[in-house]
C-alpha cells in the first residue's frame, strides 16, 4: 500500500488546516502520527476501518477531528485551533490490525510526510 499525505502548510496560531491521506488501496486501521524536530515521532489520532471508532492524543482531544472516506481510499485530519506546539511532520500510517493502535511499530505501511507550520 503506497500512502500519499497532502495539506500541510504555514498557519497562524489559532487557524486550521486539513489533511489528507489517500491510499493506493483498502486499508484497515489508519493513524496520524507527528514528529517535530529534535524530538521522537508521536501518535496523534486513529480511525477504525469502519470508521466508527477514533482515539486521539490528550493534547488534540476536542481540537483535531480524523475521519475517512473508503469509497475513495482516503483519510482527513481537520486541525483547528492550531498551537505552536502542534509544528511537526505529519505522517498518515495504515496498520493490518482491525483494532485502533497508538504504536508506531504496529503501523506496516507510511506516507512520506507533510509539514504543519504554526506560527505564534
Known amino acids: 500500500v503506497q500512502l500519499q499525505a497532502c495539506g500541510g502548510g504555514l498557519v497562524q496560531a489559532g487557524g486550521s488546516l486539513r489533511l489528507s491521506c489517500a491510499a493506493s488501496?483498502?486499508?484497515?486501521?489508519m493513524g496520524w502520527f507527528r514528529q517535530a524536530p529534535g524530538r521522537e515521532r508521536e501518535f496523534v489520532a486513529a480511525?477504525?476501518?469502519?470508521?466508527?471508532?477514533?482515539y486521539y492524543r490528550d493534547s488534540v482531544k476536542g481540537r483535531f477531528t480524523m475521519s475517512r472516506d473508503n469509497a475513495k481510499n482516503t483519510v482527513y485530519l481537520q486541525m483547528n485551533s492550531l498551537k505552536p506546539e502542534d509544528t511537526a511532520v505529519y505522517y498518515c500510517?495504515?496498520?493490518?490490525?482491525?483494532?485502533?493502535?497508538?504504536?508506531?511499530?504496529?503501523?506496516?505501511?507510511w506516507g512520506q510526510g507533510t509539514l504543519v507550520t504554526v506560527s505564534s
Open positions: 500510517a495504515t496498520s493490518s490490525l482491525l483494532t485502533i493502535a497508538v504504536r508506531a511499530p504496529m503501523y506496516d505501511y
Open positions: 488501496g483498502r486499508t484497515y486501521v
Open positions: 480511525i477504525s476501518m469502519s470508521a466508527s471508532n477514533t
